[in-house]
């Protein structure tokens, strides 16, 4: 399992975002170390160890980035950008939505949350799989950003090691065909860009395809990104 700690924390948030030659803001940021143990959470269940090393290296992820909006300097490079007038600014779109798609979110839920029945009853994600006649109680977050949750999905006992996409919005549910530790992994690659799960799924038939091709190394251009794995070749 990756360093998960060093890789959000120290690398994507302060060398990575914080370095940006473009202002980015992260108003709500946070990687919790953690010694728990994922079995007292929820006994007489088998997970995969990817879940368990998890929760032993981190309570929780949570990491919202945007460019500031203050920063006229930097807002200006992407509010005078011919391609995003045309496709979004001059039809009807404000900035601010327009800043929401240039943005990113991690949201690693809690350790103590994501087998609460409580919790999860209330999220979102928990009513699309009702209204798609799956068993919502089979599905449990790991990651909820904007209308779309990253689930694991328990059968018998056990908690497979594979990702499974709720789309509220759209009341669709994808299996992302990946585990735990590569749902990880194309999330620090993506940085969380904005719906960067739909982008992985969807290729270049995501509308937030161009967006993330466009504008992330604009936004950090002081780093080596890849994203091959969006068949986004830089």
């Known amino acids: 399992m990756i360093n998960i700690f060093d890789l959000f924390d120290e690398k994507l948030i302060f060398e990575e975002l914080g370095d940006s030659p473009i202002r980015i803001t992260t108003p709500k940021s946070s990687v919790r170390k953690s010694k728990l143990k994922l079995k007292e959470l929820f006994k007489n269940t088998l997970f995969p160890n990817s879940l368990s090393e998890m929760y032993n290296q981190i309570s929780h992820i949570s990491i919202l980035w945007n460019i500031v909006d203050e920063e006229e300097s930097s807002v200006n490079q992407f509010k005078e950008d011919k391609w995003l007038k045309e496709k979004y600014l001059d039809n009807g779109y404000d900035w601010g939505v327009v800043n929401e798609y240039l943005s990113g979110f991690i949201n690693i839920t809690k350790s103590e949350e994501i087998f609460n029945a409580d919790f999860c009853k209330n999220q979102g994600y928990y009513y699309t799989l009702s209204n798609r006649e799956e068993n919502p109680d089979d599905f449990f977050p790991l990651d909820i950003c ?6 694991v999905k328990k059968e018998g006992n056990e908690i497979l090691n594979n990702i499974w996409l709720v789309h509220t919005n759209a009341n669709e549910i994808y299996d ?3 585990n735990i530790e590569e749902y990880l992994n194309l999330c620090y690659k993506a940085k969380g860009f904005h719906y960067w799960q739909l982008i992985y799924l969807f290729k270049t038939k995501s509308e937030y395809y161009e967006l993330m091709k466009r504008f992330l190394p604009k936004m950090l251009p002081h780093i080596n990104l ?4 969006f068949d986004i070749e830089l």
């Open 146 to 151: 904007w209308d779309l949750t990253a689930c």
């Open 226 to 229: 890849d994203l091959s794995d």
């Open 176 to 178: 992302m065909k990946i």
